[in-house]
């Protein structure tokens, strides 16, 4: 479950988020992903839609020696805080680090790892980086927002280069506790809402992101693993549910053409703050990760 403002996403949401996603990812598939690089040179990451770089904070420590990542992402101000955040994280476990032209050097006992921020758009993806210089590429939580053509379009141009991808936290709907009779109506709402079009790019692909990834990857030739990474979100966790229920009040009302349906959705929201606010409100959120393996020479 996602959504952006103009200028990216927010911060808050992205941090409330980490520890959900760090959890969800399937390992399986990590593993599989990492056995892969190469062990004779630094490993070269290409993360799309890397945001605050919570895929080198995820994935780093699992991968042996030196690294070098490329976090490409849309938005500016999500970049220029990656960087530090980076830093504070690499400090935090006793490694050294310092900053370098458009990025960072962190000095790791198993190997440096080389960061670098390129922001552009990531539908003109060879446009902004060398793919011959990669030898993964991640994304996580970002192909919800993808049109199908987009897609296609950055299918085809990792096949050219025969670049294994890892796609993790596709987002395929949602389920919260305690059970409400309108949830389903206000979830197909939010849904629809998912799949508006970003002009210039056609409807969004929503919650068919992961079945679109598996088709269109396994068209280009790929042989593609999936694996299921739910989030379960207790009642604790009242800062990532506030933004859930926020998001879902920023959505669903630009959907609504009847005054009695969104007077129903007010009741709704009206039952599930006062949910959050006493504590009961839990939410399962269902996504898909996969891992599309170039086939061999």
Known sequence: MSDATPTGFDPSWLEARHRF????????????AIARLPQDRPARILDLGAGLGASVRHMAPHIPGPQRWRLIDADPASLQRAIPRLSAWALRRGWSCRPTPGGLLIDRPDGAL????ICGDLHDLAGLTDLGDADLVTANALFDLFSRADLDRLVAALAARRLPTLATINYTGAHLTPDDPDDALIFSHYHAHMRRPRPPSPPAMGTTCAAQLLESFSRAGFRVEQGPSPWRVPPEAKNLLTHLLNFIQGAVPATLHDPDERARFDRWLARRRLHLQRGHLAAHLDHVDLLALPPDR
């Open 21 to 32: 996603d760090a959890s969800a990812r399937d390992p399986a598939l990590r593993a599989i």
């Open 114 to 117: 080389h960061v670098e921020a």
